[in-house]
């Protein structure tokens, strides 16, 4: 069994207190994990998200904690498969991301580990809003396809390394991807855009390339506690 298969069988289900709402999530923490990398999917997504699932796996591998959770409650989600306004909502998704964060500074199993973020999509811009309000906790952020633009006014205000994929087919998202770089306040901030790869990342190889960049980005950045390295 390689490493990559052992770390999927620590995996449990956890209800994660983030303000007013309890959320459903995965929890996974390989021994000896460097960090813990938070999940901000984009929308209409969750955490059954096979793509966020496999980039999921491949942190773990590479010795990062993992944790997806679903942004809206059980109540929210019904009524935004009709609205469509709450996966668009970036305070609130920002809101519930700060809640899940304070939760993994508390919870046994993570505490003293650095917090990462993965967003995608609009949960770019929500990773982005998040980590300027928890700078101390959040130690670097990797957007897929991502929408930093919509952090908006958050952007200068962040300090969290943060790595900007974007696939060379998605011209309009690469332009904004550009832009949010040039407004971004983090010391350390890069963007690559990868060839032949369109806003999904459905393409052959290009998600494996995405989880091949976070990982490093992560490791690079995540330490085995905060305020250290």
């Given at each position: 069994m390689n490493r990559a298969?052992?770390?999927?069988?620590?995996?449990?289900?956890?209800?994660?207190?983030?303000?007013?709402?309890t959320l459903e999530g995965n929890l996974a923490v390989p021994e000896g994990a460097r960090g813990v990398v938070l999940f901000?999917?984009?929308?209409?997504?969750?955490?059954?998200?096979?793509?966020?699932?496999?980039?999921a796996q491949q942190l773990r591998a590479a010795g990062l904690g993992t944790l997806l959770i679903d942004l809206l409650s059980e109540q929210e989600e019904a009524v935004d498969q009709f609205t469509g306004h709450l996966?668009?909502?970036i305070g609130l998704l920002a809101e519930r991301l700060v809640g899940a964060t304070d939760w993994l500074v508390e919870h046994r199993r993570t505490a003293?580990?650095?917090?990462?973020?993965?967003?995608?999509?609009?949960?770019g811009g929500a990773a982005l809003v998040a980590a300027a309000q928890r700078s101390?906790?959040?130690?670097?952020?990797v957007s897929?396809?991502?929408?930093?633009?919509?952090?908006?006014?958050?952007?200068?205000?962040?300090?969290a390394p943060t790595l900007l994929i974007v696939g060379g087919?998605?011209?309009?998202?690469?332009?904004?991807?550009?832009?949010?770089?040039?407004?971004?306040?983090a010391p350390v901030k890069e963007l690559v855009i990868v060839p032949g790869a369109s806003h999904l990342f459905e393409e052959p190889g290009t998600l494996e390339e995405v989880a091949r960049l976070a990982a490093k980005w992560f490791t690079r950045y995540l330490s085995l506690g905060r305020g250290e390295g």
């Open positions: 298969t052992a770390t999927r069988d620590i995996e449990e289900q956890v209800r994660v207190k983030a303000g007013p709402v901000a999917h984009g929308s209409g997504s969750g955490r059954h998200s096979p793509r966020n699932r496999f980039v996966r668009f909502d003293g580990l650095s917090v990462g973020y993965f967003g995608a999509s609009t949960g101390e906790q959040v130690g670097a952020v897929r396809g991502g929408r930093p633009d919509l952090a908006g006014d958050a952007l200068p205000v962040v300090r087919d998605d011209e309009p998202v690469i332009g904004m991807n550009e832009e949010a770089l040039a407004r971004l306040g």
